[in-house]
């Protein structure tokens, strides 16, 4: 029988001190949480993520005209000198709900320095305000202009992922599966951190129950307020684990934390995707919760962690195949 490593200490003390503040602020239980009470809650809980200092990067803000009439915010980060670089299309976590260029500014200015990447940081729609498919629809519109603009971002066409962090990390996973037979957006990569990729709460990870930042409530409450009705959790741009075939997707890179209740369907997705052929690398982290990539700023192995995928992310963007 597996002996599971415990909770990394310095993260326990700071989900400690989160709830703690919660408790204060009264925060309400789920089923009468609103999603604006959720944002206003989420700001405060990212106080106590503190950034780490990133330097040696340009930062751009624009907006995408979409299809659909809106505009997409972007935010570009290009690393010093003239290129092509790598370029990864990122989509940022909150459950579909929360989030935006900020909550992964500190993180995509990272990857753009030591990975030697240009990053397209993406602000998709939120729902309930816009429900799926919009946030699903604006990573692909991000992606189709990225290949459009490639002289712009001073990137190789060659070379390009897409890829996020959970409920961004979803969007990427779908954005895969759309343009897996595409002949002119052909993705490279996919870069999925502690993603969601299934509609169902039956693995065993979830059925671990655990309590730690995310939670099965957390995903159930995110999950109802993305989906239209339950039954679009059957769609493979909702849940990817139920592609039917694999063998056209990109290489894959995966990182899985233990005691995150999406553990169980990242790890099924690995599997599936060495099964179909495609190169993956996967990392797994034994005392890590989900989105501890934001902690990196208090919480010392998050940090080596943020290290080892950065350096492994660009190994994969920059060797040539």
């Not at 709830?19 to 949480?33: A, C, G, Q, R, Y």
């Not at 500014?105 to 320095?113: S, V």
Request: hydrophobic content about 35%; some cysteine; glycine content about 6%.
């Amino acid at each position: 029988m597996k002996v599971k490593t415990s909770l990394n200490h310095q993260i326990g003390e700071l989900l400690h001190t989160i709830s703690k503040k919660m408790k204060e602020l009264n925060h309400p239980p789920l089923d009468i949480l609103t999603p604006v009470q959720s944002r206003e809650y989420y700001t405060i809980a990212r106080e106590f993520f503190i950034p780490i200092p990133v330097e040696g990067i340009e930062v751009e803000d624009t907006f995408i005209p979409s299809e659909e009439g809106h505009s997409i915010p972007v935010r570009i980060y290009s690393p010093s000198g003239q290129g092509p670089f790598p370029v990864l299309i990122y989509a940022h976590g909150g459950g579909w709900v929360f989030g935006d260029l900020d909550s992964s500014d500190n993180l995509c200015r990272y990857f753009a320095r030591h990975a030697s990447i240009t990053v397209v940081s993406i602000g998709y729609r939120l729902a309930p305000e816009y429900k799926y498919p919009a946030a699903f629809h604006d990573v692909i519109e991000a992606i189709t202009w990225s290949f459009r603009n490639m002289f712009r971002l001073k990137g190789d066409e060659t070379r390009v992922a897409v890829g996020g962090e959970s409920s961004g990390g979803n969007l990427a996973a779908a954005a895969s599966i759309y343009f897996s037979g595409s002949e002119d957006y052909q993705l490279s990569l996919q870069f999925l951190i502690t993603p969601v990729l299934d509609y169902n709460f039956d693995t065993l990870s979830y059925r671990e129950n655990h309590q730690y930042n995310l939670t099965n409530e957390k995903m159930r409450w995110f999950w109802g307020h993305y989906l239209n009705d339950p039954y679009e959790g059957s769609e493979v741009y909702v849940s990817p684990l139920r592609l039917s075939t694999c063998e056209k997707l990109p290489d894959t890179f995966l990182i899985t934390a233990e005691f995150d209740p999406l553990r169980e369907e990242g790890i099924a997705y690995v599997a599936r995707l060495k099964k179909a052929g495609i190169t993956v690398e996967h990392l797994h982290y034994e005392d890590m919760v989900h989105s501890f990539v934001n902690m990196i700023g208090s919480v010392e192995e998050a940090r080596r962690a943020l290290k080892e995928m950065t350096g492994k992310l660009k190994d994969l963007l920059h060797t040539e195949k």
